[in-house]
């Protein structure tokens, strides 16, 4: 993985409204509620003052309520909505900057999007659905029914080239989408909350498909979801969003352990930290347990620090001694015992 | 509390009714309360609105009440005035006077024939004169017994009245309670308690209505007794059965709409050459295609296309159609007819779905449009029949033209209608693929739009079909002028033939399209 930035946001606001510079401006002097500009100036605040950036071949998660913002934030990625202030860089180009040509050759050949409601075109067959993309790049027709013949075996749907979407279950739609989205072959996934309108059982098959097809393809994935449990299990990075405003950015461990504010523990308190909260994170650094233990640790079990609490409760259950925890290159560098994993369990010592 | 009435304050206002009513809050807080208590009818008497009717109804704000017991104590009130003092049966007396002065006209003719030697035609004049002397007899009598009615219509007036103001009183409550809720929903724009304006427009209303209607239908010549009732202040009659004005503002208004066609009739004909030209050149080309080319030709290729694009039982009843068209010797006027609705209905499409695209997609031109389609689909034929012979002359181009004014607004209607019923999402999805605006129409917009379009291009041709009939009238040929023939001669069956084959061209069309589409959704 590079570390090379892929998608870039700065300081972006979207305030929907005929006074939308105003309200800005009243914001960001006096610190006014998304009530307040609505009040005030009869604005809507869409997202304020957003900054991320994505890396390339990270799946970064962005999670919020209804109304939080997330959709309109992901929409200006490929400017389906235009920023009332900021900048916005795909790829290393200024997407504000784009001609409305240049726009159009972004989004038929950087980026692919799935949405919520599948948005199939139902007059088409699937295998013309997924090659819609290549189509309106002009590509030749044998070569949109190749690609879309693999994009259709990558998410398991050969078979169904010449079914109508309506024929299709939900989910089987949603995978539909997914092909086209990547039958361009894009840079960056756009992915609106594509699980959300469908059952858990799906939903839990699609996610475990996805992440299978993502580790192979490494795209660089936006994906906007409103299931804290859905963005911990699929993202490499989550943003939270409440009101407009990203309120915490880091990874699921990050979020899970140090919550940014009493709006992120809410939503963290219902969630299972079991594979999320990992050896480094609880353990005794081993000087400091040396200080207050005399035992011997050379015949204790070792594991590395990136063991998460899951393991380490498999590998508790089978001795009587602490854990001995080691670094990448195999020193000791701190101690579990009994206690410390119950309370690291718990989450008091995070 | 209860006189209270809205004391404006920061908190909520009260919805306590007696809040609500202001005078005699007790009072109606107690009438609401049994209302509500009721289910089915509540008994509920109010003596101020029995006594008041109407104006209880205009001081409290409810208008429904106003106006309803205002026409029911009116027609009480005629009945009444009829009773005491209208002249009963002057119609009749009328009538009578009428007859006789006929009957003595027609016994002198009488008596001038008999003096020129004309015997039987004084015998029938005579015989005249006999049979209106028994109607002049009948009109005696009915008048005579409508004097004699005076006293029972005095009598149903007043039960009339009473039961009016019975009613008032019963229901006034009802009816306050109803106002009550709304005004709890909507305090704003309803009013509360008793207002001094709403007194003042309800006495109004009742000055201006209730005198001069029972002036109308109480005496027998309303101008001169009000005339006379002013003190003749406004001369010798105030017509106020009739509005006191004859056509000159109409005839004046008319002649400058006839120069104004005028003008653009003499200043733009070559535009209307132009037009009419274009027309000509549509239809001539359909009429060879159907007319010049042998007639088994156009048969069986039509036939063929029914059964291909519509299926066999279309196809069965297209030959049956056809053949009850050729039998009937009505082969050629049929075609004259299909290719004279052909290009109405062609020329409607290519015009009417570019600016149903446009109007889907501009809010604001729709609602600029949108009068100007109704305008064209309620304005009777006839009016802009007589524009059309003005500008283009007689013949079959402007029959085409009447028919596209017609048929044109469903095609334009649903067009838009479909365009904006295609989903955003759909859009959206289509937008961030990379669509261009042409991509989207022809990719996204027109195909989801597709099934609406088709609804409006059958209603188009169906519409246009039942053009054929006027457009004849302004000199197109074809089955319409067959039914205008028969019409003149009043030759019902050659009508009803004709009419019928009408009917079979249009079913034929109309299967035909409906069947292309559900093959199109069938399959697609």
């Not at chain 1, 997202?47 to 970064?60: D, L, W």
């Not at chain 1, 309520?65 to 959709?71: A, F, N, Q, R």
């Not at chain 2, 020329?347 to 501009?362: A, D, E, H, Q």
């Not at chain 2, 989207?440 to 379009?453: C, M, R, T, Y």
Request: hydrophobic residues 50%; neutral net charge.
């Amino acid at each position: 993985m590079g570390t090379d930035e892929v998608i870039r946001l700065e300081r972006v606001w979207k305030v929907f409204g005929e006074q939308a510079e105003d309200a800005i401006a009243a914001i960001q002097a006096r610190g006014l509620s998304k009530a307040e500009v609505l009040g005030e100036f009869g604005c809507v605040v869409g997202i304020a003052n957003c900054s991320f950036s994505v890396k390339k071949g990270e799946i970064f998660c962005v999670m919020g309520l209804s109304g939080s913002g997330k959709s309109t934030m992901v929409r200006h990625i490929n400017r389906l909505i235009e920023p009332s202030a900021g900048s916005i860089t795909v790829l290393g180009q200024d997407v504000l900057a784009l001609s409305p040509d240049q726009l159009r050759k972004m989004r038929a050949t950087n980026l692919g999007m799935v949405f919520q409601h599948m948005a199939l075109l139902p007059h088409r067959t699937v295998r013309d659905n997924v090659a819609f993309p290549l189509q309106v790049r002009g590509e030749p027709k044998s070569r949109r029914w190749e690609v879309s013949q693999r994009c259709l075996e990558m998410v398991d749907l050969q078979g169904y080239e010449d079914r109508f979407p309506r024929e299709l279950s939900g989910g089987m739609q949603q995978r539909v989408g997914l092909a086209r989205a990547l039958a361009s072959d894009p840079d960056v996934l756009l992915m609106d909350e594509p699980f959300s309108a469908l059952d858990p059982l799906i939903r839990r098959q699609l996610q475990d498909q996805f992440m299978a097809l993502s580790a192979e393809l490494g795209k660089t994935t936006v994906f906007i979801t409103h299931d804290l449990d859905e963005a911990i299990r699929i993202g490499t990075r989550i943003a939270i969003m409440k009101d407009g405003r990203i309120v915490q950015i880091g990874t699921p461990e990050e979020i899970v352990t140090r919550p940014a504010d009493d709006y992120v523990r809410d939503f963290v308190d219902g969630i299972s930290k079991l594979k999320l909260v990992f050896a480094h994170s609880i353990m005794v650094p081993i000087s400091q347990y040396r200080a207050k233990h005399w035992e011997n640790l050379d015949a204790s079990i070792r594991v590395s620090h990136a063991t998460d609490l899951d393991h380490l409760i498999d590998v508790s259950t089978a001795t009587e001694q602490p854990i001995v925890i080691t670094a990448d290159d195999g020193t000791d560098v701190g101690v579990i015992d009994k206690p410390t994993l119950l309370k690291g369990i718990q989450g008091g010592k995070a | 509390m209860s006189d209270m009435g809205m004391q404006g304050g920061p908190v909520a206002p009260s919805t306590a009714v007696g809040d609500f009513a202001g005078q005699n809050g007790a009072y109606y807080s107690a009438a609401f309360k049994r209302i509500q208590d009721t289910t089915g009818f509540a008994w509920s008497w109010n003596t101020m609105a029995a006594l008041f009717g109407p104006i209880w109804g205009a001081a409290r704000g409810v208008w429904g009440f106003f106006w309803m017991f205002l026409v029911l104590e009116l027609f009480a009130l005629v009945q009444l005035g009829r009773g005491l003092w209208g002249e009963l049966g002057s119609q009749q007396l009328a009538k009578l006077d009428r007859a006789l002065a006929n009957i003595a006209k027609r016994e002198a003719q009488a008596a001038e024939l008999q003096a020129a030697g004309d015997a039987a035609g004084a015998e029938a004049k005579l015989k005249i004169a006999e049979n209106l002397k028994k109607v002049a007899a009948r009109a005696q009598e009915q008048a005579d017994l409508a004097a004699a009615e005076a006293t029972s219509i005095l009598l149903i007036g007043l039960a009339l009245l009473l039961l009016v103001k019975l009613l008032e009183g019963f229901y006034a409550n009802i009816a306050y309670e109803a106002h009550y809720l709304k005004w709890r929903a909507k305090p704003q724009s309803q009013q509360a308690g008793i207002r001094t304006s709403s007194i003042v427009f309800g006495v109004v209303m009742v000055l201006a209505i209730v005198p001069l209607t029972l002036l109308r239908f109480t005496v027998t010549n309303p101008d001169q007794v009000l005339a006379r009732l002013t003190g003749g202040l406004f001369g010798d009659t105030i017509p106020v059965t009739h509005f006191p004005v004859e056509k000159e503002y109409f005839s004046a208004l008319s002649k400058r709409g006839d120069a104004g066609f005028d003008w653009a009739a003499d200043n733009f004909s070559d535009a209307f050459d132009g037009i009419t030209a274009g027309i000509r050149w549509f239809l001539d080309g359909l009429e060879i295609l159907l007319l010049q080319t042998p007639w088994p030709v156009v048969m069986l290729v039509i036939v063929v296309a029914a059964s291909r694009l519509a299926g066999l039982r279309v196809a069965i009843f297209t030959a049956a159609s056809l053949a009850y068209l050729a039998f009937m010797g009505l082969w050629e006027l049929s075609m004259i007819t299909v290719a004279l609705i052909g290009t109405g209905a062609i020329l409607c499409i290519l015009i009417g779905v570019p600016f149903g695209i446009w109007f889907g997609k501009s809010r604001r031109a729709y609602a600029i449009a949108e009068p100007v389609l109704d305008f064209m689909q309620t304005m009777p034929a006839f009016v802009y029949l007589i524009p059309i012979i003005a500008f283009f002359g007689t013949g079959k181009p402007p029959g085409v033209l009447a028919t596209l004014i017609f048929a044109m607004p469903p095609v334009v209607r649903l067009t838009a209608l479909g365009m904006r019923g295609v989903p955003e999402t759909t859009k959206e999805a289509a937008i961030a693929f990379g669509c261009s605006p042409w991509q989207l129409l022809f990719n996204v917009e027109l195909p989801l739009a597709l099934p609406s379009i088709m609804t409006g291009i059958n209603q188009t041709i169906l519409m246009s079909l039942s053009m054929v009939v006027i457009a004849s009238l302004i000199g197109a040929d074809g089955l319409g002028a067959l039914i205008l023939e028969s019409l003149q001669y009043a030759a019902k069956g050659q009508g009803l033939l004709g009419g019928l084959a009408i009917l079979l061209c249009a079913m034929v069309i109309d299967r035909i399209a409906q069947g292309i589409y559900r093959k199109r959704v069938g399959g697609a």
